[in-house]
């Protein structure tokens, strides 16, 4: 929405980073994230990147994940290590964290960010499309933890970041089975906090409000939206993806040692 009193970054591929606090524990450490290469993931990357950290993602999308790989290095930055990867395919996730972590060494920390949103009703869901939302939604955080816990066991440390939603805290329609996943991703996350804790991982949950995307934007933002905006956020200003990717960087930073088990919601007052 369009009535902050001062200007907000807008929303490109390559977000906005410029004035993120520093956090010298993230320089030169590893990290992965899943569905990397646009949206809120991208922003993350570049956070990550601007950090000085090792970065690896993996993404479905090729263009738009080497158009933001070359718009780092073209900004000064490294590289990021990045794969096409369908996260439908477990065996192919898990290798391509293998793969990464040969090239970067053990990952510190692993944002499972992967999602689709995708509208639907509930009598129009087969067996089938559960199934696919699931696989795309659920699956792939359990299976990337399992891939780089032992990486961070030989650390000694590290940190879990798994992206929740409140869309199904605050009873959002239109895709049940997404808000299913999502509701499950804090069993997730608690679930394995004691577990791993015991290794010094921590574990956590960001849950993102309505993050003004370019496929949020394009899809679902029309007059509606807006009024929903203004009526149900505290805090004016639209969210963008690098409010998103601050929080991930804090709870990445040993800033956060003796945060996990623990849901951390940026929604502009919203949930």
Known sequence: ?????????????????????????????????????????????????????RVAFVDVAREASEALAQRLVD???????????????????????????????????????????????????????????????????????????????????????????TGWQTKGAAYPCYAIAKSSVNGLTRGLAKSLGQDRIRVNTVSPGWVMTERQIALWLDAAGEQDIQRNQCLPDKLRPHDIARMVLFLASDDAAMCTAQEFKVDAGWA
């Open 1 to 53: 929405m369009t009535i902050s009193s001062s200007p907000r970054p807008s929303t490109a591929s390559v977000p906005e980073v410029a004035g993120f606090s520093r956090y010298p524990s993230l320089r030169d450490r590893a990290v992965f994230v899943t569905g990397g290469g646009s949206g809120i993931g991208a922003a993350m990357v570049a956070a990550f990147v601007e950090q000085g950290a």
């Open 75 to 165: 900004a000064g930055h490294e590289r990021p290590w990045w794969r096409v990867c369908d996260v439908r395919d477990i065996a192919a996730l898990q290798t391509a964290i293998t793969d990464a972590a040969g090239a970067l060494g053990d990952f510190s920390t692993l944002v499972n960010n992967v999602a689709s949103d995708d509208r639907h009703t509930l009598e129009s869901v087969t067996p089938a499309y559960y199934d696919e939302r699931m696989a795309i939604n659920e699956r792939p955080a359990f299976f990337a933890i399992q891939a780089v816990v032992p990486g961070m066991r030989r650390l000694g440390a590290g940190s879990v970041i798994n992206l929740g939603s």
